[in-house]
């Protein structure tokens, strides 16, 4: 681990040589205090952007990223991003988002694992990893760390913020904290405030985490390689996955079926496997390959505090503050972000008599659809940003 | 352990005492291969009634628990029974499911822990717990299990066998393996194979277990009492907790609240408990108290092999063997058998031509409501005996 307070590459992440990543960071020896009361020092900002920046800095549009996402919102794959962007059906050149048009930008989230300062990053003092040290963060904290970016790319008005997921909280914070810097706001499948049930899928892969004893306390970065937290990394994203898709896809795609290998012998063994399960396993052994444990576990309690409330009265004064024009995205196959969730925070976006739609993407893929469908959800975005633009 | 090879009391269990179980034991030595090809020995069957058995044993009910229930369908609690019966308020003189009239059965699943031979109990071979040597089972194993009970008490035929979820893919087993001792069954918030999600909850669950260092492949018995896998028992408990029961009905009753504890300080530790947390918290260290963690990983594991369709060519060449009357019952806000799941075994159960019955329960409470609203299952159940009766 370099010793460099002021690193400029990205962060660790599992199987990444150092510096291996392409995106632009930027480095503040400014203290940034966090909501919980916690002060980070060298905060780096990782980000990507796309298109051009105009004169008077009136294009530039900003996408927030999910839970295990990164600034790598579009481009191809290639050395340092290992896949394709994760939006880049929607942003490029002539694509929904058009880069021919609009300055894109994305960073990725103050806590990731993706080059911004997160729990595998040096401390200053001493250049060893946070770990445990790393405190509890909000979205907020996330907002107010891409402002910091926002300033020094010398933009001072979003012409929209647009996200979902936990793309979606931070577009509200956006909207909410800083109004006169926020043109317009698409938030995407998300909430206004986490809701019980989205908190106890939360509470379940933290424990699954916590119980992998090579989580170590949070403190497992000087283990060997492939010494971490994999298993209860892959069961917590396990547990998310289910409630990225639906019943519906789950069984058209796998039924009842079990792998070739089960099927090849021991169809009642207890550790037999159906064909879902090994859809899950590989996605919970992917993410481990790509994704910090503790930067899971950071930025999953971040979506489970996120409430746009607190400390600001109700929902309503909260929501009130939004004085822009928006779109509301929900999908009807959604169990995590139920569609009514979308439903509340339109009616409240609606109040202000500003241009406000709701748009309910009819697909049976589940809270993924916004990574699955782009068309269904570009297209209502780049009718959105032309009438805003 | 006691080195019986025909034990006639209750299997180990967190914290019992040997022995201090109130039921009735059948034990045989009658070998007992399962569906896997394993062949058990020595096995226990342990059951409760209640009412009598009349002359010619043609008002015998039998009830089938769920998951983690057991043979205490009905009575109060007291020493062997921390809990008065899962379903205490349908079954008894006078109630839904009258004793005064009927003579109501209901035992202990194989692979329990609860009396009937399982994970916990001592090998025929040297006394000590199978652990890690128990057999992979189906729900059908559990039946014919069942089924011995059955010869022993003397009953031909079942007037009708009723049961919730796990309790439901019995009831479906006992009318296609046994059509001729069955006279009317009631499967509720059940399904007749199990579904890709319903497998993928079921999956994360052991895993959870797995990766629990105390769960020592299985054979944890000798370890010291509180030294077993408590946490992954409680993880998978967890899982099974929340898609007992539903979204709104979380919101309703702990919305966003912090608990005392958290409140009074640390708003914003990683650990710091919202009242949800507490919730599912309290669950699972209930079950690890009254349950065994391999009998769970192994009931589990039945349930998603559950197929009626296995062997038997289709679902419809499976359930047209029914031919008695049937109620199928769901529950509207059950996301993990969901209603779709009992509309379709109620039109495949409807092909007979005899009197069948479905009713959707209306309740906020998701697929538990089963077991919290007696009244609304208890009266079309009572209604149905006495029309079958």
């Known amino acids: 681990m370099p010793n460099d307070p002021l690193p400029v590459t990205g962060a660790w992440c599992p199987g990444d040589e150092p510096g291996c990543r392409r995106f632009h960071t930027f480095a503040t020896e400014h203290p940034f205090a966090v909501e919980s009361g916690a002060v980070l020092r060298d905060v780096v900002i990782a980000y990507e952007t796309w298109g051009e920046l105009n004169s008077d800095a009136s294009n530039a549009i900003l996408v927030c990223h999910a839970w295990t996402g990164d600034s790598h919102a579009a481009g ?24 021919n048009r609009w300055f894109v930008v994305c960073a990725n989230v103050l806590g990731g694992c993706q080059g911004s300062t997160g729990p595998a990053s040096p401390h200053p003092d001493d250049g060893l990893p946070y770990g445990s040290r790393f405190p509890v963060l909000t979205i907020r904290d996330m907002v107010r760390h891409q402002r910091r ?26 909207a909410i904290t ?19 049930q989205q908190i106890a899928w939360g509470v379940i892969g933290r424990r699954a985490i916590r119980l992998d004893p ?12 492939g010494d971490g937290p994999a298993e209860g990394l892959a069961i917590a ?16 795609r796998f039924g009842r079926e079990l792998t070739d290998r089960a099927q090849m012998g021991d169809t009642f063994g207890l550790w037999q496997e159906f064909e879902v399960e090994r859809y899950l396993h590989y996605h919970g ?23 746009v409330a607190r400390s600001r009265g109700s929902l309503e004064s909260a929501m009130g503050r939004i004085r822009v024009p928006n779109l509301t995205i929900g999908i009807n196959s959604d169990i995590l972000y139920p569609p009514y969730q979308q439903r509340q925070m ?18 049976p893929h589940g809270h993924d659809a916004f990574l699955i469908h782009f068309d269904l959800v570009g297209e209502p975005i780049a009718k959105f940003l ?3 633009g």
């Open 285 to 307: 052994d992917k993410l481990v390959r790509r994704f910090d444990a503790n930067s899971y576990l950071v930025i999953g309690k971040a979506m489970d505090l996120h409430d």
């Open 386 to 388: 032309a009438a805003v």
């Open 237 to 252: 994203r396990q547990v998310a996955q289910v409630t990225f898709r639906s019943d519906n896809a789950f069984t058209d």
């Open 178 to 196: 800083y109004p006169e810097r926020v043109g317009s706001i698409v938030p995407i499948a998300s909430c206004m405030q986490s809701s019980a």
């Open 76 to 99: 191809r794959a290639g050395p340092g991003h290992p896949t394709p962007g994760w939006w880049d059906d929607c942003i490029g050149p002539g694509k929904h988002i058009d880069t």
């Open 149 to 174: 970016m926002m300033n020094h790319l010398g933009i001072e008005r979003w012409r929209s913020v647009i996200g979902g997921s936990m793309g979606g909280m931070q577009v509200l914070e956006w």
């Open 346 to 363: 339109s009616r409240l976006l609606s109040r202000t008599g500003l241009p406000s739609t709701y748009i309910e993407i009819d697909s």
């Open 214 to 225: 090579r989580w170590r306390g949070g403190d497992y970065y000087g283990a060997d390689p």
